[in-house]
């Protein structure tokens, strides 16, 4: 917040892609903030949990969010800037109530951790949907982006730094990634590409699948 406040004096809401602390770490310091409703209903069981383990994965001091004063975003939803209006597309996998936000002014996609950002797609948290959902998902994504194919898409993430060097695959990210990662998640299902492990948390089996620009992190047992 003291930053945005370096840039305007207009009232500033929060609008979040998804309720992932990485997203959201700061969002007790804004009198209003958006989430997709999804996301609101998952947060005692799923969320809220992952929020509070999420301090000591990224060594960070806690930090209370009002959570039950979140307001619901819905698909379709739209923010009015005054002369600018974005608007809100579900796209849910990463998390439950994961949004895509539109500005169609600017041609920008704002898209969180949707389908790809930084180096490989998450898909391994608690709360993340099992492969044959995100197919399904991206499917439905797909058709629907369609028109804003050539977009400038905004990540959540320019690398998400974990994984390895060798996979700055979804950066940049852009139409052809979300198409690759509907053809990554049948080549899964299928059995026709491999897994290779990634320690990116201890004990935790974790595996990297990738097709071209597309690439996702997950434990096997959500290949279903
Ligand atoms: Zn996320
Ligand atoms: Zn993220």
């Given at each position: 917040?003291?930053?945005l ?7 500033i809401?929060?609008v ?20 997709g ?12 949990p ?5 301090h ?6 806690p ?19 005054g ?12 998390t ?11 041609r920008?996609?704002?898209t ?11 898909m391994w ?25 050539q ?6 993430h320019?690398l ?27 080549d ?27 690439s ?9």
């Amino acid at each position: 917040m003291p930053l945005l406040r370096t840039l305007t004096d207009l009232p500033i809401d929060l609008v979040l892609t998804h309720a992932h602390i990485d997203h959201m770490y700061h969002a007790g310091e804004f009198e209003r903030v958006y989430v997709g409703a999804d996301d609101i209903r998952a947060w005692r069981k799923t969320l809220g949990p992952l929020y509070a383990a999420g301090h000591i994965l990224y060594h960070l001091p806690p930090k209370q969010v009002r959570f039950r004063r979140f307001q619901p975003v819905r698909d379709g939803d739209c923010f009015d800037l005054g002369g600018l209006t974005i608007q809100a597309m579900s796209a849910p996998g990463h998390t439950p109530g994961s949004m895509i936000y539109i500005d169609a002014e600017h041609r920008i996609l704002f898209t969180g951790d949707a389908f790809g950002s930084g180096e490989a797609s998450w898909m391994w948290l608690p709360g993340c949907a099992p492969v044959s959902k995100l197919q399904s998902n991206f499917t439905v994504l797909l058709n629907r982006l369609k028109p804003y194919a050539q977009y400038r898409f905004m990540g959540g993430h320019r690398l998400q730094g974990i994984v390895n060097e060798k996979h700055p695959r979804s950066n940049p990210l852009n139409y052809g990634v979300l198409q690759n990662m509907v053809k990554l998640c049948g080549d899964m299902l299928s059995g026709a590409v491999e897994g290779h492990r990634v320690h990116l948390v201890p004990l935790l089996p974790l595996y990297v699948y990738t097709f071209q620009t597309a690439s996702m992190v997950i434990h096997k047992r959500s290949i279903h």
